[in-house]
């Protein structure tokens, strides 16, 4: 009996072991307390890398002040407010503008090719998802660019 209830945890062991994956998949799986990352992040405008999937990443990035006029040529990119609100500013060829304020619990897909500028008036949590290729200031290169980013 003692030994057929050790032979069954042994098979259980070894169907564990079967499942578990390799290392670097298992830490993908992690979860990611946003709240937690956050805190780790104190510099606005430097987004910092939370994950990636399919070739997507998801950033996380505090807003402050006013960001630079820019567009990305390739990439859509989605934003959506964790904490705070910021004022998503658009403007055409005629150089026209027009605002929309993305409040907590929001978000907003800005496509590629759009002309946009971030602001906000205070501390502004944002969760940004697009291609592993987008630049944050897209076609502009100025101080605020930041061609590599860390993860987080
Ligand atoms: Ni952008």
Request: aromatic share 10%; net charge negative.
């Amino acid at each position: 009996m003692l030994r057929l209830r050790q032979l069954f945890r042994d098979s259980r062991i070894e169907m564990f072991r079967i499942q578990v994956r390799p290392p670097h998949i298992q830490l993908r799986m992690q979860k990611i307390n946003i709240a937690e990352k956050f805190a780790r992040i104190s510099e606005p405008w430097k987004p910092r890398i939370a994950a990636e999937l399919n070739g997507q990443m998801v950033k996380l990035g505090k807003f402050q002040g006013e960001f630079v006029w820019h567009h990305h040529e390739h990439e859509d990119e989605l934003f959506l407010v964790v904490k705070g609100r910021f004022r998503m500013e658009y403007r055409d060829q005629t150089l026209h503008e027009h605002h929309e304020w993305i409040n907590e619990g929001e978000f907003i897909v800005v496509p590629r090719g759009v002309e946009h500028r971030p602001v906000a008036e205070q501390e502004c949590w944002v969760v940004l998802f697009e291609p592993a290729s987008t630049l944050n200031t897209g076609n502009v290169v100025n101080e605020r660019t930041v061609p590599e980013l860390e993860h987080v």
